[in-house]
């Protein structure tokens, strides 16, 4: 099991930039995927970016493909989501998620990821 912290969220208007980082601690090596999620209100968690913690490979949403990028930083147990060109509808709490087993339902499922942060808020105005 791992422990998450997210960090970085805030406010911004249309079209500026935020990083997002997810400081990680406990079982590390335990998390062969890492992702960031994203729940608007009275909508579903919804999957942004992930990645492979052993080989670097990365999945996006098609609504964050050339915004966002996700990265990681193994000397410093964080993982990172640098968003560009922010939208209102990106507006949302984001979450960082870690997976070290159980079923697999894909990159983005929530449900393939055991272990959660409690979420850093972010919100874009027009």
């Known amino acids: 099991q791992v422990q998450l912290v997210e960090s970085g969220g805030g406010s911004v208007q249309a079209g500026g930039s935020l990083r997002l980082s997810c400081a990680v601690s406990?079982?590390?090596?335990?998390?062969?995927?890492m992702g960031w999620f994203r729940q608007a209100p009275g909508k579903e968690r919804e999957g942004v970016a992930a990645i492979y913690t052993y080989g670097g490979v990365t999945q996006y949403a098609n609504s964050v493909k050339g915004r966002f990028t996700i990265s990681q930083d193994n000397d410093k147990n964080t993982l990172y989501l640098q968003m560009n060109s922010l939208k209102p509808e990106d507006t949302a709490m984001y979450y960082c998620?870690?997976?070290?087993?159980?079923?697999?339902?894909?990159?983005?499922?929530?449900?393939?990821?055991?272990?959660w942060g409690q979420g850093t808020q972010v919100t874009v105005s027009s």
């Open positions: 406990g079982y590390t090596s335990s998390a062969s995927y």
């Open positions: 998620a870690a997976r070290s087993g159980g079923r697999w339902l894909g990159y983005l499922a929530p449900s393939t990821y055991n272990d």
